[in-house]
């Protein structure tokens, strides 16, 4: 018997049993599925955060408390010991780095927005007068704060698209008010949609006088200081004497990152973190296999008679244990092609909330897998139907 004929017979006998066979695809496909919709959503998370990254300019350093390398428990972020920074440290780096660098603190909290009877929570992105020379920000209407601004603590917020959406829709906001934490603040410009960035999302978010965010937040701590060295040649030094200015009063407590630097750690953390996903939906393709070998192993049992009838006419051992596997596999593809349909579907439909990127090593990676489990699982069914004798097969009721 050659093998086109073996997958004739194969096909016979699944199409035999629809629904059988169907509920064995669905383990499968349950799998497929998933792995390709959680890694198109890890890709695409890790390509927009990297864009996001990218597009804050160039030259830029990020100064962090906390001891990144050590981590929690060691001084690292999240640490009990932990010191943060000040606006006042952010003054003194930026008299030891010289007026051609920009150094601009950050801080970032919750907040409640209000416009009339419409509300929403949000979160703020308060930087100094120099927030525009590092981050790129392209005002559709309006202005930035000014130094005498921040020096004042002025109520002015600068809102995104969102924002803008949300709480101004049809509207100009600028020279409007608006309530931030039951505090009425002035809206002097807004922003074109950005995306996500090191700060969240930026449409999401108002931006303010860094001293003003500090008083509505209750709080003087600097999460992170942000420099703009004046050229690419610049920065590794920039590194090292920013390590000098605030070794003497942090200690190791504190990171200092490039922006490429910084780039390969969330491009690490998310890539690992995405293949840990693929992982666990693999699981899911392990149990379809098992489901697969147990209807494997009850196919054969009902098709005993059959097999030592066709042994008895001739039939080899290699016929019989390729028919079996074949539609192991044919199982197994099947519901993988279906998987791969679903999960590319899926991951379109989840565009809209989340970003979500379909790879071709992931749809490569998901239907191999798939066809693997159905050789790995058909060969222990289809090699205990080859070695049934033939006289006993005849005898099985």
Same mark, same amino acid.
């Given at each position: 018997?050659?093998?086109?004929?073996?997958?004739r017979?194969?096909?016979?006998?699944?199409n035999?049993n629809?629904v059988?066979?169907? !509920?064995?695809?669905l383990g499968?496909?349950?799998?497929?599925?998933a792995? %390709?919709?959680?890694?198109a959503?890890?890709?695409?998370?890790?390509d927009?955060?990297t864009?996001?990254?990218?597009?804050?300019g160039?030259?830029?350093?990020?100064?962090? #408390?906390?001891?990144?390398?050590?981590?929690p428990?060691?001084?690292?972020?999240g640490?009990?010991s932990v010191?943060?920074?000040s606006?006042?440290?952010?003054?003194l780096l930026?008299?030891r780095?010289?007026?051609?660098?920009?150094?601009?603190?950050?801080?970032q =909290?919750?907040?409640?927005?209000?416009v +009339?009877n419409?509300?929403?929570r949000t979160?703020?992105?308060?930087?100094?007068?120099?927030a525009?020379?590092?981050?790129?920000?392209?005002?559709?209407?309006?202005? =930035?704060?000014r130094?005498?601004e921040?020096?004042?603590?002025?109520?002015v917020?600068?809102?995104g698209?969102?924002?803008?959406?949300?709480?101004?829709?049809?509207?100009?906001?600028?020279?409007?008010t608006?309530?931030?934490?039951?505090q009425?603040?002035?809206?002097? =410009?807004h922003?074109?949609?950005?995306? +996500?960035?090191?700060?969240?999302?930026?449409d999401?978010q108002?931006f303010?006088p860094?001293t #003003?965010?500090?008083?509505?937040?209750?709080?003087t701590d600097v +999460?992170?200081?942000?420099?703009?060295?004046?050229t690419?040649?610049?920065?590794?030094i !920039?590194?090292?004497?920013?390590r000098?200015?605030?070794?003497?009063?942090?200690?190791?407590?504190f990171?200092v990152f490039?922006?490429?630097?910084?780039l390969?750690?969330?491009?690490?953390?998310?890539?690992?973190?995405?293949?840990?996903?693929a992982?666990i &939906?693999?699981i899911?393709?392990?149990?379809?296999? %098992?489901?697969i070998?147990?209807?494997?192993?009850?196919?054969?049992?009902?098709?005993?008679?059959?097999?030592?009838?066709?042994?008895?006419?001739?039939?080899?051992t290699y016929?019989i244990?390729?028919?079996?596997v074949?539609e192991?596999v044919?199982l197994?593809? &099947?519901?993988?092609? /279906?998987?791969?349909?679903?999960?590319?579907?899926? #991951?379109?439909?989840?565009?809209?909330? /989340?970003p979500?990127e379909v790879t071709?090593?992931?749809?490569?990676?998901?239907?191999t897998?798939? #066809?693997g489990v159905?050789?790995?699982?058909?060969v222990?069914p289809?090699?205990?139907?080859?070695?049934?004798?033939?006289?006993?097969?005849?005898?099985?009721?």
């Amino acid at each position: 018997m050659n093998f086109v004929e073996s997958i004739r017979i194969a096909l016979r006998a699944l199409n035999a049993n629809k629904v059988r066979s169907a !509920l064995t695809m669905l383990g499968v496909i349950i799998g497929v599925a998933a792995v %390709i919709l959680l890694v198109a959503i890890g890709t695409g998370v890790q390509d927009e955060i990297t864009g996001s990254i990218e597009g804050l300019g160039s030259n830029l350093i990020f100064v962090f #408390a906390g001891n990144f390398e050590e981590g929690p428990g060691g001084g690292g972020p999240g640490g009990s010991s932990v010191r943060s920074f000040s606006i006042e440290d952010a003054d003194l780096l930026q008299r030891r780095l010289g007026s051609e660098h920009a150094v601009v603190p950050v801080v970032q =909290g919750p907040l409640t927005l209000r416009v +009339g009877n419409r509300t929403m929570r949000t979160t703020v992105a308060a930087a100094n007068e120099n927030a525009g020379d590092v981050f790129s920000a392209d005002y559709v209407g309006g202005r =930035g704060y000014r130094r005498s601004e921040v020096s004042a603590s002025a109520r002015v917020v600068v809102i995104g698209a969102t924002v803008r959406d949300r709480l101004f829709p049809n509207q100009d906001p600028v020279g409007q008010t608006m309530s931030i934490n039951g505090q009425r603040f002035n809206v002097i =410009g807004h922003v074109a949609a950005q995306g +996500g960035s090191l700060t969240g999302d930026q449409d999401n978010q108002v931006f303010m006088p860094i001293t #003003a965010a500090q008083r509505l937040l209750g709080t003087t701590d600097v +999460g992170l200081i942000a420099v703009k060295a004046a050229t690419a040649d610049d920065v590794e030094i !920039l590194q090292q004497r920013i390590r000098q200015v605030l070794t003497p009063r942090f200690g190791d407590e504190f990171s200092v990152f490039s922006q490429e630097q910084t780039l390969g750690i969330f491009q690490q953390i998310l890539g690992t973190l995405t293949f840990m996903l693929a992982g666990i &939906a693999g699981i899911s393709l392990l149990v379809g296999g %098992i489901g697969i070998m147990n209807i494997m192993l009850v196919s054969v049992s009902e098709r005993t008679r059959e097999i030592g009838i066709r042994k008895a006419v001739g039939a080899r051992t290699y016929d019989i244990m390729s028919q079996f596997v074949i539609e192991a596999v044919t199982l197994s593809v &099947a519901g993988g092609a /279906v998987g791969i349909a679903l999960g590319a579907i899926g #991951a379109q439909i989840l565009t809209e909330w /989340v970003p979500t990127e379909v790879t071709v090593w992931a749809v490569a990676l998901a239907f191999t897998f798939s #066809a693997g489990v159905g050789i790995f699982f058909g060969v222990y069914p289809a090699y205990k139907a080859s070695r049934l004798d033939p006289i006993e097969a005849l005898r099985y009721e």
